[in-house]
């Protein structure tokens, strides 16, 4: 059993940047597909960034040019680079693994929730006007 613990959330104004990460327990992870998704008060659950076994990325819209995903597998940590924030981003973001082996999603189902099976607790970002 995996376990993902993300940090990294907090408040700040519009415009400003923070740096999310999540910690996997075990460091078979290093070889899964790993994403990041966010769930905004009154919304549905949203893919951002994925990364898989290979380094490829996959970005949703409303993430690209601002988020970055990236990953560091002597940490077994995986990140999300927040840049340009804007009030609308303001959710709980989680973290997710789809299992602890090696992983090649396609990239039209990178950001599909579904297609992963371990979860973190989440950890909430407040961006202000």
């Known amino acids: 059993q995996v376990q993902l613990v993300e940090s990294g959330g907090g408040s700040v104004q519009s415009g400003g940047s923070l740096r999310l990460s999540c910690v996997a327990s075990?460091?078979?992870?290093?070889?899964?597909?790993m994403a990041w998704f966010r769930r905004a008060p009154g919304k549905e659950r949203e893919g951002l960034a994925a990364?898989?076994?290979?380094?490829?990325?996959t970005y949703a819209d409303i993430a690209k040019g601002r988020f970055t995903i990236s990953r560091d597998l002597t940490k077994n940590t995986l990140y999300l680079q927040m840049d340009s924030l804007k009030p609308e981003d303001t959710a709980v973001y989680y973290c997710?693994?789809?299992?602890?082996?090696?992983?090649?999603?396609?990239?039209?189902?990178?950001?599909?929730?579904?297609?992963?099976?371990?979860w973190g607790q989440g950890t909430q970002v407040t961006v202000s006007s």
């Open positions: 997710a693994a789809e299992g602890f082996g090696y992983c090649n999603l396609l990239p039209l189902t990178r950001l599909n929730f579904w297609n992963y099976n371990y």
């Open positions: 075990r460091d078979t992870y290093s070889r899964a597909c």
């Open positions: 990364i898989v076994s290979d380094g490829s990325t």
